[in-house]
């Protein structure tokens, strides 16, 4: 499902204008583009301090996937895919911790996220000496981009009850996969500094969310 935008004055109001937000919400990531087939977009981060929403960071440049934004996403099609979403419980990188405020995964041989709609595990990390079968990422081999990243929970908890088979997997706030920045298979991507700065910014205690959308002004 889309999420609910309503028009608003200023930059400043955006997170405002969310009607899908959990009441314990106190950081906001958006991410814009101007049309739905864009593959470039902007991530705006936003904390509420003292009841009102703040900018964090100025917006920066991201990038997202190779057919834009869709409202049904599905598994094999490199769309971003739309809503309100949380940040996965653990965060993962192929580098050392930059310093974030999650639990790390330091990415090892035979780590994958498991893209196969058949297998019991779909939608998840799995550390297995055989491919897990399917669109299965060795995140071990994705460079630059898998640096460092954190889980969008698409097809996840708390979104879905568990992963639909065939909805969509591996859906990351991840590295640039190249020098300036290049469309996704469906992630959102950012340059490493920015990505660093966004990642060690996130607080599990803040509860936040992630908006990936379609801008309407």
């Known amino acids: 499902m889309s999420a609910q935008l309503e028009p608003w004055p200023g930059q400043n109001n955006k997170p405002a204008g969310l009607t899908s937000l959990p009441s314990g919400?106190?950081?906001?990531i958006i991410v814009t583009g101007d049309s739905y087939r864009t593959t470039y977009a902007t991530l705006e981060t936003y904390a509420r301090r003292r009841g009102r929403w703040a900018p964090v960071f100025a917006p920066l440049p991201a990038r997202i996937g190779v057919q834009g934004f869709s409202d049904d996403h599905v598994e094999g099609v490199?769309?971003?895919p739309t809503g309100v979403f949380a940040i996965g419980p653990t965060m993962y990188g192929i580098a050392a911790n930059p310093?974030?405020?999650?639990?790390?995964?330091?990415?090892v041989t035979n780590d994958?996220?498991?893209?196969?709609p058949d297998s019991p595990r779909y939608n998840t990390f799995q550390h297995?000496?055989?491919?897990?079968?399917?669109y299965s990422e060795a995140l071990w081999r994705e460079t630059p981009a898998y640096t460092h990243f954190a889980v969008i929970t698409y097809n996840l908890p708390p979104n879905v009850e568990s992963p639909v088979p065939g909805a969509g997997s591996g859906i990351f706030l991840h590295?640039?996969?190249?020098?300036?920045?290049?469309?996704?298979?469906g992630c959102v991507s950012l340059s490493h500094d920015h990505l660093v700065e966004v990642l060690t910014w996130l607080d599990p205690e803040a509860s936040p969310r992630i908006v990936l959308c379609r801008f309407l002004s």
Do not use: K, L, M
């Open 25 to 28: 919400t106190e950081q906001v």
């Open 99 to 107: 310093g974030v405020r999650y639990p790390y995964h330091h990415v």
């Open 78 to 80: 490199p769309t971003t």
């Open 128 to 134: 297995s000496a055989i491919n897990p079968g399917g």
């Open 175 to 185: 590295e640039f996969g190249t020098a300036g920045g290049n469309a996704t298979a």
């Open 112 to 116: 994958w996220w498991n893209e196969n």
